[in-house]
């Protein structure tokens, strides 16, 4: 008789054989519901009974208790009835069986029979679509399956079911509860067969869909793993007169990265790095790219770009042409602009903005940048000899020991910050008369339209016949306090003259300008220094870019009101700290994720 053994929870799944010969061709196969009371309580269901007239075909025997499983509705209540005298139970999922064959005797005789295993591996026995965990065999008592427990061990619990072991390693296993063996049992778990091609394990990712999909997909599921934000990589600081932007272009790329990349993000990075100039303004610094860096686990350069503030409609329809929200990234903005622009980026490019604050930002990647250095040179510099012309030059600074530090950052205003440490820092005060001023009243008085226009106008150009000096008051030098005669006693002083502003040109009227405002800087820099006892002052932002007058007017100001105690540094970066720290933020958010 084909007897098979049904029970739930952590009850024994078995299959075992008796019968009367060897010869015989009929076997009953028929379900027995658990062995107690105790053991039924809250257990699924058995299979329920099938006959089956010849043996030979185990296939047939385990596919017909498939089938009565798949109606387990019936099937529940049979076995319920069987096993507890017509008590209906509720009908529920089996846990998956574990098949034993029990060693055989042959009738009237004392050897045992063991199982062909070519019979499992010839496919009269079929795998199921799992792998499962060995399964001790079971000993022989009068032909019903052996209940296995703690006291169960011996060389006769295993012999006859080695070979079914095997099929149970490809498919068929019982529940993690009943994967019970003999107590202090040091058989070894029987080897397992090879995996059909069907059941072995397959890509996660979804056959079906589009290549770009995948390719999404695939960037999520890395990201995750390494923790990194997906590609591409940018930190903008939208300011009121310009707008910097900087990019991680990767060069680590592998094959398999460059050839599941979807085309709009290989658009995007070679419009980015091909181009030195995007439309009428936008303008990538070349001579300041980072090369060799490693940010976030990855290998690249760092490209520095900038356009007009006026622009960022432009740059927003870019976005959306270049269906830049489908790529799933987080774009990182500081600065005003951050907040006014959120609502057109958000409702033409479909794009959300992270908003970061822009002094956390100017001061997170003004300390990054000067820790990775300038291409192997140091990012910060000073002028030595600044009160002498013929001697002045330019000389790096190493700024290891940055704190404290009088930070004043000039864009379109003026900020400065006392920053004592890393997370320590307060605004002392500001002005409103910064880069935005120069170019606005360049542009009032001489016609230009651009800030290297001015700045080009301005290197040209003598102050002296638009201010009015000290010498123009005193005739000379006012000694009794050490004022040089060639000190601005009042910025345009002489334009209440009509003889003079009739002789003055353009160029005049620009330089005058920029030294108006770099000296009205320079007198409030100073006397923060002093209130705050902070003998270093770092000047950054892009009113200091190519312009070499306002730096050697603000290093001879330190030096000469300071008698030199006071020191003036400079940034080669000057005004893309603010983009670099909202880029860094990227990667700190991603990390809290």
């Keep these: 008789m084909l007897k098979l053994v049904g029970g739930g929870g952590g009850q024994d799944w078995a299959c075992s054989v008796a019968g009367t010969g060897l010869g015989s061709k009929e076997a009953a196969l028929e379900t027995a519901g658990p062995r107690d009371q105790g053991e039924a309580n809250g257990r699924a269901p058995g299979w329920g009974c099938a006959e089956v007239s010849d043996l030979a075909p185990w296939s047939l025997m385990l596919r017909t208790c498939a089938a009565r499983r798949a109606s387990r509705g019936q099937g ?30 042959a009738q009237g005789g004392s ?198 503030s006026c622009a960022m409609h432009t740059f927003i329809q870019m976005g959306s042409e270049k269906n830049f929200s ?18 057109d980026f958000r409702m033409i490019a479909d794009l959300q903005l992270h908003k970061l604050d822009e002094l956390d930002c100017l001061i997170q990647g003004l300390l990054y940048v000067d820790s990775v250095g300038f291409n192997g040179k140091p990012e910060c510099y000073y002028f030595e000899n600044p009160t002498n012309p013929e001697l002045c030059q330019k000389k790096p600074y190493c700024l290891d020991n940055a704190y404290p530090i009088l930070l004043v950052n000039m864009g379109s205003g003026v900020s400065i910050l006392a920053v004592y440490s890393k997370d320590n820092y307060k605004r002392v005060t500001g002005t ?46 006012y000694e009794r306090f050490g004022l040089q005669g060639s000190a601005v006693a009042s910025s345009f002083g002489n334009m209440m003259s009509k003889e003079k502003r009739e002789s003055i040109s353009k160029e005049d009227l620009a330089r005058a300008t920029l030294v108006t405002i770099t000296n009205n800087i320079g007198s409030i820099a100073r ?21 070499m007058v306002s730096m050697k007017l603000l290093a001879y100001a330190m030096d000469f009101w300071s008698k030199g105690q006071l020191k003036a540094l400079f940034l080669e970066h000057e005004g893309y700290f603010g983009a670099v720290g909202a880029l860094l933020e990227l990667f700190k958010m991603t990390d809290e994720q």
């Design 76 to 105: 529940a209540e049979e076995a319920g009835e069987s096993s507890r005298g017509g008590e209906e139970r509720p009908a529920r999922h089996p846990p998956a069986p574990a098949l034993r064959l029990p060693n055989r005797k």
């Design 111 to 308: 050897e045992e029979i063991k199982t062909p295993e070519n019979d499992l591996q010839g496919g009269l026995l079929s795998r199921g679509p799992l792998a499962a965990p060995s399964v001790p065999g079971m000993g022989d008592r009068g032909g019903q399956p052996e209940r296995l427990g703690s006291h169960s061990s011996g060389d006769s619990v295993h012999t006859g079911a080695a070979a079914l072991n095997g099929l149970l390693q490809n498919g068929f296993h019982p529940p993690s509860a009943c994967n019970r063996g003999p107590a202090g049992g040091g058989d070894a778990a029987p080897p397992r067969l090879p995996l059909l091609a069907e059941l072995q394990p397959q890509s996660q990712l979804p056959q079906h869909d589009s290549p770009a999909k995948k390719c999404r997909l695939r960037r999520r599921m890395d990201s995750g793993r390494k923790n990194r934000p997906p590609f591409p990589w940018f930190g903008m600081d939208i300011g009121g007169t310009l707008v910097k932007l900087v990019y991680f272009e990767p060069k680590d790329i592998t094959a398999e990265e460059e050839q599941e990349e979807v085309e709009n993000l290989k658009s995007i990075r070679k419009y980015l790095t091909s181009n030195t100039a995007y439309g009428k303004s936008g303008i990538r610094d070349v001579h300041l790219e980072l090369k060799n860096l490693t940010m976030c686990g990855r290998k690249g350069n760092l490209h520095f770009i900038r356009f007009p």
């Design 326 to 343: 489908s790529l799933h990234t987080t774009l990182c903005a500081t600065g005003g602009g951050a907040f006014k622009f959120e609502e």
């Design 432 to 477: 409103s008369l910064g880069g935005g001023t120069f170019l606005g009243l360049c542009c009032l008085l001489t016609g230009c339209e651009t800030f290297e226009e001015a700045l080009e106008m301005a290197a040209k150009g003598d102050s002296t016949n638009v201010d009015k000096l000290v010498k123009d008051i005193y005739g000379g030098d």
């Design 527 to 547: 006397m923060c220094a002093l209130n705050e006892n902070i003998n270093r002052v770092v000047f950054v932002g892009n009113f200091l870019r190519i312009n």
